[in-house]
């Protein structure tokens, strides 16, 4: 039974489960028997919702995913006990709410899961030992939801000064029999990885499923207007009779088999392109099922494997292993790097850059149509595929030279997947290079002929993208260069780099002086360009 926080239960449960915004794993082995020694609390924390200013889709779909989890544990016959963000009795802290419903409800013993965010695996391992000081039992458990441990991916390359992402993809690929020969040591067709097939264009002549996903049958107006009434600051757009995100586990598995059925096909081709025609493409739109542990990667992965042995015809294997790469291999391998590297590595900033984020990032009013779509894309849906994450927002940030925090505080926010460990690997590691190479081999710069290669963006531009200086010259060109050139010392000597530094050198004094000159009144015109 469900308990109200200010009433007195009639049991006297000895143990308080905590379970975080993003434990929501309904096959957890915790769940596995009732007992009513045992009562599970979720509680909706103010400073979660408020360490920086969240889309408002993100804010609602945790707060309802949580609720719809409590029901859940329920109606299995578990004893739960839910606070609202607006329960005159919330205290708006993990320990001290846990604190208080053990003296209410005399309990003498403490559990909880371990925390994926460094910050609150540090709160709760410090509210634990109060908890031990007092002789009180203290229970953690791993969440059972990963593919490797904290330590594994520190373990794997001890010794080394860079990790390998392919070397860890392959152990995944191995340890779990993923797309492998009967001898489990050999990847069928020979071949581990299909990235080089992955990088094409959109055709303006293929069509994109329309998008089936489960409409919510959720009140969420009254959870809009609570979070509203209660002053939490948000971003973004909501429309409660069209919010599409899964806000259960059943959500998750139907939106998961929709983009087998109809997208995983073209995924593989087309996951890098970008369009103005649609904001998912062959996207699955998995990402918060899969990061509030709704769903497991591994029941994932192998639902795609499965669509493929059934559809081999219609799905190309590059495509299942390009899905299976992101899954197995780079998600895990994000969350290995995370837990390699903090608390440390929130504070890298290799380039020293000191910028700060335009404020049209917040509106997406920008007459660069890339970044005007991007962005207007992510305010609407509180998403953008990783390609339009790095090669686009961050790779604007990137040549503007913006402080990393402000970039990390802005991707934590706006997207509705963001949680820290996968978010700041990917904005303070791979978009922005700040880590000086711990995740990438290079910076991921690029001018406006790598947009214009995999998007539809600069067909309506006013900025011409041949262009490098003068009227109507895109932004990006000249930053571009000015970003190389300014930071030759550092990245000079990176084999990875390629002709860059030559094409520059080529170039001559005049020209570089005039690329040189418009980067410094784009970036003194940022807020009007």
């Not at 290799?350 to 009013?365: C, I, K, S, V, Y």
């Not at 406006?448 to 309506?460: L, R, T, V």
């Not at 571009?480 to 990245?491: C, G, I, K, M, P």
Request: aromatic residues 12%.
């Amino acid at each position: 039974m469900q308990v109200p926080l200010l009433s007195t239960p009639v049991l006297k449960p000895n143990t308080i489960r905590l379970l975080l915004g993003d434990q929501l794993n309904l096959r957890h082995p915790w769940f596995n028997s009732v007992c009513p020694e045992v009562v599970y609390t979720l509680m909706e924390i103010r400073p979660e919702a408020t360490y920086v200013h969240h889309h408002i889709q993100k804010v609602v779909a945790f707060f309802a995913a949580m609720r719809a989890f409590a029901a859940a544990l329920e109606q299995q016959g578990h004893l739960v006990i839910y606070i609202p963000l607006d329960d005159p009795d919330n205290l708006h802290d993990f320990a001290a709410n846990c604190r208080m419903l053990m003296q209410r409800l005399g309990s003498n013993a403490f559990a909880y899961q371990l925390p994926d965010e460094w910050r609150l695996d540090q709160q709760l391992a410090a509210f634990a030992r109060e908890l031990k000081a007092e002789g009180v039992a203290v229970e953690v458990a791993d969440t059972k939801h990963f593919l490797s441990q904290r330590d594994t991916l520190a373990n794997l390359f001890s010794g080394k000064k860079s990790y390998l992402m392919e070397t860890f993809y392959r152990k995944m690929r191995t340890a779990y029999n993923i797309l492998m020969e009967p001898d489990r040591s050999t990847p069928l067709t020979g071949r581990w990885n299909y990235d080089a097939e992955n990088r094409k264009k959109l055709p303006a002549s293929t069509s994109i499923p329309p998008l089936n996903w489960p409409q919510t049958t959720h009140n969420l107006s009254e959870l809009i207007d609570m979070i509203h009434q209660f002053g939490v600051p948000t971003i973004g757009h909501i429309d409660p009779a069209l919010f599409h995100w899964p806000l259960s586990r059943e959500d998750g598995l139907a939106v998961l088999h929709h983009f087998i059925d109809y997208r995983l096909s073209h995924f593989g081709a087309y996951q890098d392109a970008m369009s103005t025609r649609d904001w998912l493409l062959f996207h699955s739109g998995i990402s918060f099922a899969l990061n509030t542990k709704m769903l497991h990667p591994l029941e994932v992965a192998e639902a795609a494997v499965d669509a493929w042995h059934a559809r081999p015809d219609e799905i190309p294997f590059a495509a299942v292993e390009g899905f299976v790469r992101q899954i197995v291999g780079w998600r895990e391998y994000m969350r290995g790097i995370y837990w390699a590297h903090m608390p440390e590595y929130a504070e890298l900033n290799f380039f020293n850059h000191q910028a700060p984020l335009p404020e049209w990032f917040w509106t997406g009013r920008t007459r660069m149509r890339c970044l005007s779509h991007a962005i207007g894309q992510s305010l609407t849906h509180a998403y953008a595929h990783h390609i339009q994450r790095l090669m686009i927002t961050g790779n604007f940030a990137l040549l503007l030279g913006v402080h990393p925090d402000a970039v990390d505080n802005w991707y934590l926010g706006i997207y509705i997947d963001a949680v820290q460990w996968v978010e700041i690997t990917n904005t303070r590691g791979m978009s922005q290079y700040a880590d000086g190479g711990i995740v990438g081999t290079k910076p991921y710069a690029a001018s406006a002929n790598y947009i214009h290669k995999m998007s539809d963006y600069c067909a309506q531009c006013p900025y011409d993208k041949s262009r490098k200086y003068g009227e109507r010259a895109c932004p990006f060109n000249s930053l571009y260069w000015d970003f190389y050139h300014r930071h030759r010392d550092q990245l000079g000597r990176n084999p990875r780099i390629g002709m860059v530094y030559p094409m520059w050198d080529k170039m001559g004094d005049a020209e570089q002086t005039q690329i040189l000159e418009h980067a410094a009144w784009v970036k003194a015109h940022v807020e009007t360009l």
